[in-house]
Each structure stands twice: as C-alpha cells, then as structure tokens.
C-alpha cells in the first residue's frame, strides 16, 4: 500500500512564501494526475490546483498569480510554492493523487494525511 507523504508546511508571516511537497512512499508507485487541495476550519475542501502527467498545470481562479505547481517526474514528486501568502490561505493542504502502481498497472486514488499552513498577520 502507498501512501502520499506531504511536507513543508508551517507558520508563517503575511507576505511569506512555502513549498509543499508531495511524494509517493514506494517508488514503485507513479505520480499521475496530482491536485493539491486545502481545507480551513468551518469551510469546504476546495481545489487549489492541478498538474498532469506531463506538467500542465492547471489552477483555481483565486489561486493564479501566487501559487504555483510543478513536477519532478525523476523524484516523483509534486510541488506546490507559495508566494504572497495571506492570512486567508492559513488551512491544511491536502495532495490528492491517481497513483500507477508500475507492477501490477493498476491506477489508484490516493489523498495525502495533510499539511497544516498557518499565516499569521
């Protein structure tokens, strides 16, 4: 069983930047479709933005300008940098992932356990 393991989160000022990442346990599991999602407290799981296989990046409309996502398919891992950040961006950010597990070709969805990012103003 793979698991999504996220890191980078933490406590920063307004204005600061973080880079998450998002990476397969087993590398025998390949990073497909990947999305980063975030949830604040009270509110719904939203859609912070997608990567395909080959790097398209797509984003929510709130998002664009200040987040960006990318790949590195030789480390199987995605990234999420984050510029500008505001009080408001403060939640868990959550990597949502079909998976190909290379052995048996099976594609799988997988969610990360989830990354706190605080702003403090």
């Known amino acids: 069983q793979v698991q999504l393991v996220e890191s980078g989160g933490g406590l920063v000022q307004a204005g600061g930047s973080l880079r998450l990442s998002c990476a397969a346990s087993d590398s025998t599991f390949i990073l497909n479709i990947v999305e980063w999602y975030r949830q604040a407290p009270g509110n719904q799981r939203e859609l912070v933005a997608r990567?395909?296989?080959?790097?398209?990046?797509t984003y929510a409309d709130s998002m664009k300008g200040r987040f960006t996502i990318s790949r590195d398919n030789a480390k199987n891992t995605v990234y999420l940098q984050m510029a500008s950040l505001k009080p408001e961006d403060t939640a868990v950010y959550y990597c949502n992932a079909d998976v190909l597990n290379v052995r048996t070709h099976q594609l799988r969805n997988y969610w990360g356990q989830g990354t706190q990012v605080t702003v403090s103003s």
């Open positions: 990567i395909s296989p080959g790097g398209s990046p």
